[in-house]
């Protein structure tokens, strides 16, 4: 058949309700560009965030002490065993894992580079618990180098009171080439280890070193084979859950909140975009509603003609194709448009309001080209099934 | 192509209505290059045979057989197929688009499945006396030259049968005669069968059997 569109509509009424018509193709270039740009912002502050995120795996990290008080101090305030296995048991907590500490004493120094040397401690929690944990984190009997995961708070504070003491200013990168030499003492003996720092923890305030290592030491020089941790990491879906935080203030322990405003903040902004592209999703499909009744009007308008047309030996399929295939070149032109738009309002945001981020890209993401195309198809199939469901009704 | 009738009764026909008929309740086939005529008074279920035959209704019992392929079973998709190779129809109420020109109502057919050129409905149109309501609004047209329109539409196209459902009604005998032998030209043309209904025998049809219903 050598037909287009071209050859039936004059047959059609398909000039009519251009009002209902325009305010479709209006609506869904809305809809789709509030729902692709929703998408990019809510990549956008996924990216943004990411640094200072203590979520990991859509779940928060929080540390928790018993709150020391008058009455307690004195006391024996370290977790034990039974409490922290009591935690793992509360439905709003995932998981929970001791923040082992030192049980001997431990002096850095950093050699002839940085007249400098102090006591310190170290602690050691599993890996699951730590945001960056790469892999020459892992220490094993005879090695001579320790790996240490260092907090990013500390090298601030260290980057703060440094230059009133004389001391150079260490970026992350120089802080990770510098040379340390630890001293681990206890009633046992004593043992010079050299240790380098291999990654900064947002999430934890302390200097990790591998458990291994820490439980070694604590056995050989203070014959402690199973120290007990002031502080528990706990892992959660939300940590301003208010259920966990009754539980936790009932049980009079402490929580870091500051370590969980970065994922508030990120949460609440995600839910305003993904609330947004909800909102985008309705007015698409709304407007979807309005083509699918401009559509049928068309189609119940030139009931006649149509009846006549497949009456003639016109064939249904090549009529409800045809039909529908006539309003592809405009969801196109309408979903390109919001692509670009997107692209545009992404332009604006890094430019007007993120000029200094440069870890956002210039161009939009890639996801949101993908649905902008899964869009097209749908509008194209639902147009389609549309048309051939009120056809084969004639 | 052939088409059979198998005892093809209306369901709405009274009891006993059928029975003198040389054609409902009969088994009958009809062949490619053979001219029927088929002649009934008014109410004795003309059109409604030509609807049965095309497949716009299925209201009558028995089969109607398009090469062994029973229409009943047809879905409008394969009904398609058969209208634009090998059946072509004249409806007395002729269907037409009389919104559009004549020569778009003409040319809708052609395109469907073109059996001559374009230039070959301005010759037709000239022959049958319309060539110069080519242009015009079909409702503009008188119901004589719309029939006229409707038997050159249904001319445009290829077929192994043209239904002729009571084509002449509103022509006189000279445009009778004229409309008459261009289709007789086409069909022979095609090697094709005409079966054609009316009130009485129109004797300028040359018909290999008569049937009265």
Known sequence: MNLSYKNIAPFLSAGQNKASRWLSYIGLGVGVLLLLSSIQMYHNINHLIRDKNTRKNGADFISITKTITNENMGKDN???????????????????????????????????????????????????????????????????????????????????????WDLPQLSEKTATSLPIFLRCSGHKGERQYRAKIVAFSDRINSVLVPESFLEKQNKDLEEEANAKASRVFIKTKDANNPDLLSFLSQKEFHVNKDKTKFGRVKGVLQSIVSGLAGFGVLVILLA?????????????????????????????????????????????????????????????????????????????DWIVIVIAALLLILSVAINYRLVRKSLHKL | MQISLQQVVPVFFEAGKADASQLWNQNISFNKGENIHIVAPSGSGKTSFIHFLYGLRKDYSGNILYDNNDIKNFDAEKFSTWRQQYISIIFQDL???????????????RLLSPYHKESRIATMAKRLGIESKLGKLCNTCS????????????????????????????????????????????????NAAIILTDLKKIEYFKAEKILYL
Do not use: C
């Open chain 2, 143 to 190: 119901y004589g030259e719309q029939q006229r329109i409707a038997i050159i539409r249904a001319l445009q196209q290829p077929f192994d049968f043209l239904l002729l459902d009571e084509p002449f009604s509103h022509l006189d005998e000279n445009n009778r005669q004229l409309a008459m032998q261009l289709m007789e030209e086409e069909a022979a043309e095609r």
């Open chain 1, 288 to 364: 979807l509603v309005l083509f699918s009744f401009y559509l049928q009007l068309m189609i119940a308008k030139s009931k006649d003609n149509l009846q006549l047309l497949l009456t003639l030996g016109y064939s249904p399929q090549w009529l409800s194709k045809t039909v529908a295939q006539k309003w592809i070149p405009v969801y196109i032109t309408i979903i390109i448009v919001a692509v670009f738009l997107t692209q545009l309002l992404h332009w604006g945001f890094q430019y007007f309001v993120m000029p200094a981020r440069e870890e956002l890209s210039f161009f939009i």
């Open chain 1, 78 to 164: 370290r977790f034990t065993d039974a409490e922290i296995s009591g935690l793992k048991t509360q439905s709003f907590i995932e998981d929970a894992a001791p923040l082992k500490a030192n049980a001997f004493k431990v002096t850095a120094g950093a050699g002839d580079m940085i007249p400098f040397s102090t006591d310190i401690f170290v602690e050691a929690i599993n890996t699951n618990f730590i945001d960056t944990v790469p892999e020459s984190f892992q220490w094993k009997e005879g090695d001579a180098l320790v790996p240490v995961i260092f907090s990013t708070d500390f090298l601030e504070m260290y980057n703060v009171f440094a230059p009133s």
């Open chain 2, 95 to 109: 269907r037409l688009f009389t919104e559009q020109t004549v020569l778009q109502n003409l040319e809708i057919k």
